[in-house]
T-cell receptor, first 116, second 111 residues
C-alpha cells in the first residue's frame, strides 16, 4: 500500500534536538490526521486538518507543532521532546474531515520515534 | 466524553478455532468501522457498517452492527496464522471531527 507515505520510518533524537516528521497522501483526500500509538495504549488522536485548516488539537503539548501546507502533505515538527514521547507516530487521511469520522481513514506506515 | 470499549483485550486461540471481539460505544453511532493492525504494521481499514442490525461478511470474517447502533462484533471462523494482529473498532464522535477508537483486541493464533 503506498496511498499514505511517512518519512522517516525510524528516528532517534535527543531531548534538545529539533526534527520533523513528514506525511504525504496520494489518495486525493482533504483531511489528514496525526495519531500517537504507545505500547499498551489506545490510538491517541493528536491533530486533525481539514482542507488545510486545523480543526482539532487534542490537548497536545506545544513541543509538537503540526503544519499542513496543502491537502497532500502534513508535517509534525518536534522540539525538546521527553522520553515519554517515544512512540509510533501515525499519519492518516480520509475523504472528508469536516463530517467527523464518517469516512474511513487510511494510515501510513508510521514513524517509530525514540527520544533519548 | 464518548467512549468505545472493546473486549477481550487479548485472545489466544488454536489455529482453526473461532474468534470473536466485541465493541461497545457509550453513545449511538452513525457508523462503526473496523481496522486490523498486524504486528509491526499500521492500522488497515477493513469495513464500515452503517445500518442498524447490518451484517457484512468478508471471507471468514463476519461483522455485525447492533440494532441500537451502540455495539458491534467481529467474528472470525476457523482462524489462520495470517489473522494474527490487533483488531480495532472505531466510531465517529457525536459532535466533532474525531474517529474514536477502541483499545483493540490482540489476537494470537497458535499453529
Amino acid at each position: 500500500e503506498t496511498g499514505v507515505t511517512q518519512t522517516p520510518r525510524h528516528l532517534v533524537m535527543g531531548m534538545t534536538n529539533k526534527k520533523s516528521l513528514k506525511c504525504e497522501q496520494h489518495l486525493g483526500h482533504n483531511a489528514m490526521y496525526w495519531y500517537k500509538q504507545s505500547a499498551k495504549k489506545p490510538l491517541e488522536l493528536m491533530f486533525v486538518y481539514s482542507l488545510e485548516e486545523r480543526v482539532e488539537n487534542n490537548s497536545v503539548p506545544s513541543r509538537f507543532s503540526p503544519e499542513c501546507p496543502n491537502s497532500s502533505h502534513l508535517f509534525l515538527h518536534l522540539h525538546t521532546l521527553q522520553p515519554e514521547d517515544s512512540a509510533l507516530y501515525l499519519c492518516a487521511s480520509s475523504q472528508d474531515g469536516s463530517s467527523g469520522g464518517h469516512y474511513e481513514q487510511y494510515f501510513g506506515p508510521g514513524t517509530r520515534l525514540t527520544v533519548t | 466524553g464518548q467512549q468505545v470499549m472493546q473486549i477481550p483485550q487479548y485472545q489466544h486461540v488454536q489455529e482453526g478455532e473461532d474468534f470473536t471481539t466485541y465493541c461497545n460505544s457509550s453513545t449511538t453511532l452513525s457508523n462503526i468501522q473496523w481496522y486490523k493492525q498486524r504486528p509491526g504494521g499500521h492500522p488497515v481499514f477493513l469495513i464500515q457498517l452503517v445500518k442498524s442490525g447490518e451484517v457484512k461478511k468478508q471471507k471468514r470474517l463476519t461483522f455485525q452492527f447492533g440494532e441500537a447502533k451502540k455495539n458491534s462484533s467481529l467474528h472470525i471462523t476457523a482462524t489462520q496464522t495470517t489473522d494474527v494482529g490487533t483488531y480495532f473498532c472505531a466510531g465517529p464522535e457525536e459532535y466533532g471531527n474525531k474517529l474514536v477508537f477502541g483499545a483493540g483486541t490482540i489476537l494470537r493464533v497458535k499453529s
